[in-house]
């Protein structure tokens, strides 16, 4: 149980958690994770025989990282220490652990939200999106992202290597273990009115943001790489139009200005995408995503020389493109010259002196994350 200043409900939440153990005859023991009450709900926990653990850094995923890491059982059960959750209901989840399963959640839409357990504006809006979003970018199976009543396996747990100190540490645990392929359960759970008087920890928009930050920056798919893909595709299809001439839609005209835009497009899209091979590559090698087969054969059978040589060809075709935009203003006598013509050649030349530029620097940067992956290779 995470605690910050429970004291008016820590009680109740062992007395339930002591009989459930008591009935159901297991071989278990409660820790409450303290992250600096000065309610006294130490002296609480103490009281009622608990084992208390010490959490000094502040935040929700550091006061669980604590708790979960002092767990000596083989099975861990989670639940917030503000009697919004029965933890005389914790059977169904070890029996699913006992199944096999890695993590057990809790569906409070599907158990139950008595009145006044939820604000309008987290069970309609909040945690519906936040979960349609985890279940779009990381295929997660739940349909409660944020339960804060679960169960999973302290093997399973130390494979996910957590790090989220905030609220968001409820995201990480779901989308790590989806990531990872591990076996998830869901159960139905009742969500209660909490018996605190004062407001919870919970700040809406805050912490809301910060589920969804986590959830963008730990999909650099999403994050960089569709946005990338469209743009580069957008911005190429319209320069090639363009390129022929002006065009019309209606009374509306597009010309070299359009152009430049696109030009800027596939620039701005090419760099998205390089962007989210850094940051999946870099994802992996620190152990926040799974190793990715794709991303493997691919250090295995593309090299640095690889992108050299195709960085090179693009400059190559850059360079070229200018040759001819300077011949043609040598043709003019290096006087004025019409800019819807010439700039038609001097915009897809820079655009490719850009791409080849970028993919030169962005293969060396690529060896040096693959450098580790290399030297097995050689070894």
Known sequence: ??????????????????QAIEKDGLAAEIIVADNGSTDGSLAVARELGVRVVDVPRKGYGSALIG??????????????????YDFL??????AKLREGYDLVMGNRFTGGIKAGAMVWSHRWVGNPVLTFISRVFFHTPVG????????????????????????????????????RRMK???????????????????????DGWRHLRFMLLFSPRWLFLYPGLSLFTVGLLVGA???????????????????????????????????????????????????????TAWFRNIKLETGLVVGGL???????????????????????????????????????????VQTVFASFFLSILGIDNEADQVA
């Open 241 to 295: 139009v363009l390129e022929t001439g002006r065009k019309y839609i209606g009374p509306v005209s597009f010309d070299i200005h359009t152009l430049l835009l696109a030009g800027f497009a596939c620039l701005i899209g090419y760099q998205l995408v390089v962007f989210a091979v850094f940051t999946k590559v870099f994802a992996m090698q620190q152990g926040f995503h799974p190793p990715n087969p794709a991303y």
């Open 1 to 18: 149980m995470p605690c910050l200043n429970e004291a008016e409900t820590l009680a109740t939440c062992i007395r339930k958690a002591q």
């Open 314 to 356: 693009t400059l190559l075709a850059g360079t070229i493109g200018t040759v001819v935009a300077v011949l043609s203003w040598g043709a003019a006598g290096f006087g004025a010259l019409d800019p819807s013509v010439t700039m038609r050649e001097v915009i897809p030349a820079a655009v490719l002196l850009t791409l080849g």
């Open 144 to 179: 409660d992202m944020h339960c804060g009543l679960r169960g999973f396996r302290k093997d399973a747990y130390k494979k996910l290597r957590l790090r989220a100190t905030g609220m968001e540490f409820a995201s990480e645990m779901v989308i790590k273990a989806s990531m």
């Open 67 to 84: 708790g979960i890491e002092a767990a000596r059982g083989e099975l861990v059960i989670m639940g917030d220490a503000d009697d919004s």
């Open 89 to 94: 209901a914790i059977a169904p989840l070890v």
């Open 184 to 206: 998830i359960a869901e159960i139905p759970v009742t969500l209660s009115p909490d018996g605190r008087s004062r407001p919870p920890h919970l700040r809406t928009w805050r």
